[in-house]
Each structure stands twice: as C-alpha cells, then as structure tokens.
C-alpha cells in the first residue's frame, strides 16, 4: 500500500495567516491526491481533487500544488470556519485508498 | 445536491456482525457514472477506506478488511449497506458513507455522509 504522511500533525495560526500543509507519498502517486476537511459532527468536505483542482463551492483561498511523492494544502488567509482538520488521499492504487494522518489547524 | 445518510446501532458486541445503512437522496445510486464508499474515522482520527461499489455489482474492499466485509447495494431503496463481520474493539469509529468519482483515473469522494459512531463493547 502506499503511505501517505501529512506534517504537520498539528498547527495553531491566526485570522489572515498564511497556512501549508504537506503531505508525502511512500512512492508517486503522480497527481492522483485529493484534500479534505473534517469538522466533528459535521460531513466531510472534498477541497481539492487531482491536487491542485478546486472543488466547486469551496473558497479561493483553499489551493493544492505537487505531483509525485510531495504535495501541498495552502490556505492562503486563515479564516475562523477553517478551524478543521485536514486530510490527503491517493488513488494512484485505486484497489488501496489511502489517507494520510492528518492536521488539526487550530486558532492561536 | 446529492446527500447521504448513515444509519445503524450505535453499539455492537464484539463478535457479532456490525450492519450500518445509507439512505442515498437528490441521485440514484443506479445512474452509474459514480462508485459508493464507505470510510471510517478511528477514534485517534486516522481514516480508513473500507470498500466501494459500483452499480453493476462489483465490489473492491481494503485488502486489510477483506476477509470481513460485504457491501451491498438496494436499488429499489437507493440505499448501500455495510457488514462488518467479527468485530472488536479496534472497529470502534465513526462511519461514513461517501459517494466517489472517478476523474482522470482519480477517484475521490465528492459528497459524504455526516457519519454515525459505532461503539464496539461488551
């Protein structure tokens, strides 16, 4: 299987921030990644599929970048309703999705 | 919009066969064009995909829970369902059901379920 791990595990930042997550791939994963965020209690929201592909509805300030083993989840100005944590996804073993470990973004 | 409803016990005994549904509204589950998913959250908050399913019947499981699961599909209800054989503690999460398209040779999950806990305890 391919493991994905995400750092960093934790991170606390304040309104307007710039804020980047990573996320590494055990071997290429070409551009098949995918972004979500997760809030308790609440469904689950795709971000950006195909790493850098914007999903529908989801704010501007939300981008992705990478290909191969390293990608990257910016928000570009950290907003109170992005308290979350955030998760990477590959497909490039689609008989093995898997997810990396996550990051909880927290207000400072 | 399509949205997505899990349902089931909230407590299962370890052993017994853990059942969960997902009501599936605004899509058909039939339509073909989208393969339907179920992932878990641990409670230390790793994701786990469990399996999908297409239309036609075909089924593709995580090969660590293979052995276990079965996943189904009522067209008539529109609604996919899960089985988890042989639980234990470690079974214990928030289950959710996700619809997931394929793109490019990507597949992703672009609307889920708000999830429903499951317990596993005596």
């Known amino acids: 299987d391919i493991q994905m791990t995400q750092s960093p595990s934790s991170l606390s930042a304040s309104v307007g921030d710039r804020v980047t997550i990573t996320c590494r791939a055990s071997q290429s994963s070409g551009t098949f990644l995918n972004w979500y965020q997760l809030k308790p209690g609440k469904a689950p929201k795709l971000l950006i599929y195909s790493a850098s592909s914007l999903h529908y509805g989801v704010p501007s300030r939300f981008s992705g970048r990478g290909s191969g083993t390293e990608f990257t989840l910016t928000i570009s100005s950290l907003q109170p309703e992005d308290i979350a944590t955030y998760y990477c996804q590959q497909s490039f073993n689609p008989l093995f999705l898997t997810f990396g470990g996550g990051t909880k973004v927290e207000m400072k | 919009q399509v949205q997505l409803q899990e349902s089931g016990p909230g407590l299962v005994k370890p052993s017994e066969t853990l059942s969960l549904t997902c009501i599936v509204s605004?899509?058909?589950?039939?339509?073909?064009?989208?393969?339907w998913s179920w992932i878990r959250q641990h409670p230390g908050k790793d994701l786990e995909w469990i399996g999908f399913m297409y239309h036609d019947g075909s089924t593709y499981f995580n090969p660590s829970l293979k052995s276990r699961i079965n996943i189904s599909m009522d067209k008539s209800k529109n609604q996919l369902s899960l089985r988890l054989s042989a639980v234990t503690a470690a079974d214990t999460a928030i289950y959710y059901c996700?619809?997931?398209?394929?793109?490019?040779?990507?597949?992703?999950?672009?609307?889920w379920g708000q999830g429903t806990l499951v317990t596993v305890s005596a």
């Open positions: 605004g899509g058909s589950i039939s339509s073909g064009g989208y393969y």
């Open positions: 996700a619809r997931v398209e394929r793109g490019g040779g990507n597949y992703f999950f672009d609307n």
